[in-house]
T-cell receptor, first 114, second 112 residues
Framework: ELKVEQNPLFLSMQEGKNYTIYCNYS?????LYWYRQDPGKSLESLFV?????AVKQEGRLMASLDTKARLSTLHITAAVHDLSATYFC??????????????FGTGTQLKVEL | NAGVTQTPKFRILKIGQSMTLQCAQD?????MYWYRQDPGMGLKLIYY???????DKGEVPNGYNVSRSTTEDFPLRLELAAPSQTSVYFC???????????FGDGTRLSIL
């Protein structure tokens, strides 16, 4: 059974600080996704990482993928209050016969204090 | 484009009742999915479809059924609702392998 673990589960940080969210997974995959969810809302796609060493950046967020270590990171640079949300990573394992089926982590709830 | 549209947005059911959650997408996506999200948790896959007429089980299919007669629609049927099915249900779609999944706004379902 594929396990996807995120840490930390909760993160409270001050504006202007940097921090990294980690996503570890337990099976071979080179397809990893990051999503953002605001309270009571749907999920918004942030990044799609499709190969070892992939790095994507959008604004203050940067995501990377190390398939050998089975690890993805989401780095936050100079956090602002608007980044407060829950962030999920999701993995599509290689050997499931296709279908782009995702297994989600439990999420990291980020609160950026003004 | 409306994207992925889910109806209803909210529903309260009594134990043992049945209902169908509707999902429609207008992006001509082949792949469609149903997830449930319990409070404070990530999403779990219920069923998915890779095209009209083709469906398969996900991680938590018990108590649910799906059909996919058209590319656009992917309804989720709950038979004999139970309190354990109280959750937020999300429908999603994607065009093909490697593409991000696009999510609907969700259906908040309570079973009392």
């Amino acid at each position: 059974e594929l396990k996807v673990e995120q840490n930390p589960l909760f993160l409270s940080m001050q504006e202007g600080k940097n921090y990294t969210i980690y996503c570890n997974y337990s099976t071979t995959s080179d397809r990893l996704y990051w999503y953002r969810q605001d309270p009571g809302k749907s999920l918004e796609s942030l990044f799609v990482l499709l190969s070892n060493g992939a790095v994507k950046q959008e604004g203050r967020l940067m995501a990377s993928l190390d398939t050998k270590a089975r690890l993805s990171t989401l780095h936050i640079t100079a956090a602002v209050h608007d980044l407060s949300a829950t962030y999920f990573c999701a993995v599509d394992p290689i050997l499931t016969g296709g279908g782009n089926k995702l297994t989600f982590g439990t999420g990291t709830q980020l609160k950026v204090e003004l | 484009n409306a994207g992925v549209t889910q109806t209803p947005k909210f529903r309260i059911l009594k134990i043992g009742q049945s209902m169908t959650l509707q999902c429609a997408q207008d992006m001509n996506h082949n792949y469609m999915y149903w997830y449930r999200q319990d409070p404070g948790m990530g999403l779990k896959l219920i069923y998915y479809s890779v095209g009209a007429g083709i469906t398969d089980k996900g991680e938590v299919p018990n108590g649910y059924n799906v059909s996919r007669s058209t590319t656009e629609d992917f309804p989720l049927r709950l038979e004999l609702a139970a309190p354990s099915q109280t959750s937020v249900y999300f429908c999603a779609s994607t065009v093909d392998w490697g593409g991000p999944q696009h999510f609907g706004d969700g259906t908040r379902l309570s079973i009392l």
